[in-house]
């Protein structure tokens, strides 16, 4: 009985269903914070004592790189989960956050590679963190390979999903990676334990920014999965409700 | 300002475009995806009328 929640959740029909409801308000919240948290960081956050207006990157940067972790065990997670459990939209949730990831990994890059010129001198450097970043977007990369290498979609997911629990291993590499190596980028700015390293005029901001990214993947994870449930479920009876639906019944 | 304002507008442009993208291609491929569904279910309509209109005829 108290499983019912659990399998119901598994359900691709529920799940559209209930997401058709809750998306616009959902991205309506996430686009409010984003912009808030954009304006406030690149126009009203007072300039860097040392780095003047280029730290500014950090806004996208360190947002986009706790959503490439975070999202890399929302994968990982779905993939147990349908090794498990059997659950079709746990895999399909795992398909999703693939190229969600690979995207945001690659802003993280990207944006820390452009702030690097101005503030270390180069666009990149083989350090610790960076390449156990450039790791996580080849992983992301192979669990979307994954998907076309099989005929049986079936085969295919539980591929996918084993890489994606195997490269689990990567992520506490990429997090303790400033404090274990003697390495160019520089330590946590947010922590656990202690105050943040910054002044609270710029940190507010950041924080905003962060919630935002997450409400962004919310709504990308969820737009992604409900293109996937069409694209799997296209000759059940509720589906082609949703196109025809059948008059006079 | 300082002059690096062109890295941070570099930065943030490319960010948004790849975000946007990944909002708008979704929502692209739902509408293929429908819009595919709907010529199915027309092609299998038409296919059962024709065999039913055969059928008559015998």
Known sequence: ?249 | MDGHGIYVWLAVSVSLVVLAWLVVAPLLSRRALLKDIARDILRERARQSTATHNQGEI
């Open chain 1, 1 to 249: 009985m108290s499983w019912q929640w659990f399998h119901r959740l598994g359900s691709p029909r529920w799940f559209y269903q209930t997401s058709t409801r809750w998306l616009p308000l959902l991205a309506l919240i996430a686009a409010a914070v984003l912009i808030t948290g954009l304006v406030w960081g690149l126009a009203v956050a007072p300039e860097d004592a040392k780095q003047g207006n280029s730290f500014r990157i950090i806004y996208i940067h360190v947002p986009a790189s706790f959503l490439a972790l975070a999202g890399y065990y929302i994968m990982a997670i779905a993939g147990a989960v349908g090794l498990i459990w059997k659950m079709k939209l746990s895999f399909m949730v795992m398909k999703s956050a693939a190229p969600i990831g690979a995207a945001l990994t690659f802003i993280a890059l990207f944006t820390g590679a452009i702030w690097g010129k101005p503030t270390w001198g180069t666009y990149w450097v083989w350090d610790a963190r960076i390449t156990s970043m450039l790791i996580l977007l080849f992983l992301y990369l192979g669990v979307m390979a994954l998907q076309y290498a099989y005929h049986s979609g079936d085969a295919a997911s539980k591929a996918g999903a084993i890489l994606a629990l195997v490269g689990t291993v990567n992520i506490p590499i990429i997090y303790k990676s400033v404090d274990w190596w003697y390495t160019l980028h520089q330590p946590a700015t947010i922590k656990f334990t202690s105050a943040p390293s910054m002044h609270i005029d710029m940190f507010l901001p950041l924080l905003v920014m962060i919630v935002g990214f997450y409400l962004f993947y919310a709504v990308a994870l969820i737009l992604h999965t409900r293109s996937e449930i069409l694209r799997r479920e296209r000759k059940t009876a509720w589906v082609r409700e949703l196109v025809e639906p059948r008059a006079g019944v």
